[in-house]
């Protein structure tokens, strides 16, 4: 059963794993990136969660609330954790931000790419599933969680962002 889950798999999906480990093994080196930037994984990481319980789930059911529910706490523990792999320094002129490597983003992105198909594949085998609250609930509050953590990351980020903005010149 596996190797027909695994042939089923369009080609995206791998194209999508290959973008997603390129991308946190780049993160675990520190590095400066545009600021803009620093919102595309944690972004698409969101959209690809939400997706996953707006189709597998639907938004407005326990299901979606879970998720919500584990994504506000994911980001509260990730925004509130001290030291780590924030930014170590921002250029507001350049508009880039210095940051931390870490393989945390990676760990992260691989998390919520393996509930993401792992739940997929379970719709597809048995799609009776989309209605057991059992199975959604934990599958979308695992889903929120990773995705609030990546949010609470880049929300770190922010701050140091707005935290170290220059002074604004002052009227003589």
Known sequence: MLQQILS??????????????YRGVAASQDR?????SVFIIPGGMLVLGLNSVATGFGLWTP?????????????ALARTRAGGDGAKAVDHAAGTVTQRGSWMPLALMM??????????????VQPALRGDMRFAVP?????????GILLGRLLRTAAAWQALRP??????
Do not use: D, E
Not at 8 to 21: D, K, R
Not at 139 to 147: D, K, V
């Open 167 to 172: 002074a604004a010149a002052s009227p003589a």
């Open 111 to 124: 998390a919520v790419f393996c509930c993401k198909y792992a739940v997929g594949a379970a719709l597809a």
């Open 63 to 75: 299901a979606g609330a879970a998720w919500l529910a584990a994504t506000l706490a994911g980001a």
């Open 8 to 21: 089923h798999t369009p080609a995206y999906v791998w194209a999508i794993l290959a973008f997603l480990v």
């Open 139 to 147: 599958a979308c509050m695992a889903f929120g969680l990773f995705n």
């Open 32 to 36: 400066v990136v545009r600021y803009r």
